[in-house]
């Protein structure tokens, strides 16, 4: 039998159903498909412009947020549809966090208040008493806890790249969402933060559902468990070309264009 924290995930996890997604008369999705397993992290990979962002904004209910944006297509969280009308925007908000390419903490708040902001966002309440060891435990769960514990009421701002990144990370995963949606989480970062970012996903994808959109194949390699490959080709909306294992894909890729990819043939 299997230790206890390499158990099979007991839920389904994200999944997206024929999805399409338009901005205007533009059509930029069509018909995506895809498992994001419960407990492991995808990778969505791809050129620029395939509709990676747009697939996650998707995941995350905030496609519909732009004005004359579009969408088909079926999204559930462990089962039920996060579109569902009786679904509210907050509960999806809540469930399903994320962080952006560009670190993006409020550079006047305190580094604790960042850890917090995300409360007030979601409408989640957390007494008095329990905030400390909230802000200690997202903090120390998104690996940042020793490096500021002694000045958790400066600004963000203080705080180098990578840090503020962590930071931002433990201001999701305050809310404990199931899922966290990761655009380019280490795009903006130099090497040596970029690691500690990805030691913090591997550390944390234990307990929470990770998608990472990345350009480094390596990263994808390193993090994930599964991959989706996304290409557009020229005037024509984006697809998953092939999807599976992030071994198998690498080592053994079903379709050519997957191969020139995950190769830097592009
Ligand atoms: P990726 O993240 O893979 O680079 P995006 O999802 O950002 O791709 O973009 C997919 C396509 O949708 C691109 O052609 C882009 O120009 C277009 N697009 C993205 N956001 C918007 C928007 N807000 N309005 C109009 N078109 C958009
Ligand atoms: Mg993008």
């Known amino acids: 039998?299997?230790?206890?924290?390499?158990?099979?995930?007991?839920?389904?996890?994200?999944?997206?159903?024929?999805?399409?997604?338009?901005?205007?008369?533009?059509?930029?999705?069509?018909?995506?498909?895809?498992?994001?397993?419960?407990?492991?992290?995808?990778?969505?990979?791809?050129?620029?412009?395939c509709g990676k962002s747009t697939f996650l904004r998707i995941l995350n209910r905030m496609h519909e947020l732009?004005?004359?944006?579009?969408?088909?297509?079926?999204?559930?969280?462990?089962?039920?549809?996060?579109?569902?009308?009786?679904r509210r925007l907050t509960d999806a908000r809540k469930s399903i966090g994320m962080v952006f390419q560009?670190?993006?903490?409020f550079p006047a708040m305190s580094i604790e208040d960042n850890v917090l902001?995300?409360?007030?966002?979601?409408?989640?309440?957390?007494?008095?008493?329990?905030?400390?060891?909230?802000?200690?435990?997202?903090?120390?769960?998104?690996?940042?806890?020793?490096?500021?514990?002694?000045?958790?009421?400066?600004?963000?701002?203080?705080?180098?790249?990578?840090?503020?990144?962590?930071?931002c990370i433990a201001r999701s995963l305050a809310?404990?969402?199931?899922?966290?949606?990761?655009?380019?989480?280490?795009?903006?970062?130099?090497?040596?933060?970029t690691r500690v970012v990805e030691d913090t996903i591997t550390e944390i994808a234990r307990e929470v559902t990770i998608i990472i959109v990345t350009h480094n194949m390596q990263q994808a390699r390193r993090v994930s468990d599964r991959c989706a490959f996304f290409l557009a080709a020229q005037g024509t909306p984006g697809v998953i070309v092939e999807h599976g294992e992030t071994q198998a894909m690498f080592d053994d890729p079903i379709d050519q264009r997957t191969a020139d990819y995950v190769n830097g043939r592009f």
């Not at 560009?102 to 903490?105: A, D, E, I, R, V």
């Not at 309440?125 to 120390?140: F, I, K, P, Q, T």
């Open 175 to 193: 809310v404990r969402p199931e899922v966290l949606l990761m655009d380019e989480p280490c795009s903006a970062l130099d090497p040596t933060s």
């Open 117 to 167: 902001a995300g409360l007030k966002l979601t409408g989640t309440r957390v007494s008095r008493g329990d905030r400390d060891a909230l802000v200690e435990e997202s903090l120390r769960r998104a690996g940042l806890w020793d490096e500021v514990k002694d000045r958790l009421k400066q600004p963000g701002s203080a705080l180098s790249g990578g840090q503020q990144q962590r930071l």
């Open 66 to 86: 732009v004005p004359g944006a579009a969408l088909a297509g079926e999204v559930r969280l462990d089962g039920v549809d996060i579109y569902h009308p009786e």
């Open 102 to 105: 560009k670190p993006n903490p």
């Open 1 to 49: 039998m299997a230790p206890a924290d390499q158990a099979p995930p007991t839920t389904h996890g994200l999944e997206a159903d024929a999805v399409s997604a338009w901005f205007g008369r533009r059509k930029v999705l069509d018909r995506v498909s895809l498992d994001m397993p419960a407990g492991q992290v995808t990778a969505l990979i791809g050129p620029s412009g």
